[in-house]
């Protein structure tokens, strides 16, 4: 049986937002982290959570407001990936799933609050846990916000 992972050997996840340049951006960040041997877990809540929604790959992608200014950039992106075929976020997510020890769990009050069940999820929503249990498990490894 291999020891638990150290605290260094840790990524932890919030992901607050379901636009798709933060889901790119959590995504890509489990992935390297997975790439590099580490536990990895994404909590997901509120809108994040509501971007997991069985049928995820058929919505259509949204930036976030915050680059309310930057439109015309934004759409530039978006076309640009499509140009250069870069990989939806779910498909990044299941390399990264594929890749290590990444662990992607349900926020079980954001659940209760959307009348969610774990099956209303993608697949790769492995369970339904609460704020208290995830601090727990991420205490002493890095903890990200996005």
Known sequence: MNPPPSSADKVSIVLFSGTTDKLMAATVIASGAAAMQKQVTIFLTFWGLMAFRKGAKEQPPRISTDFADFADFADAAMQAMQAKKVPHWLDTLRDAMDLGDVKVKAC??????????????????????????FVEDSTGGQTLFI
């Open 108 to 133: 079980g009050l954001t659940m209760d609050l959307f009348g969610l069940k774990l099956e209303d999820l993608e697949p790769v929503v492995s369970e339904v846990t609460g704020v208290g249990s």
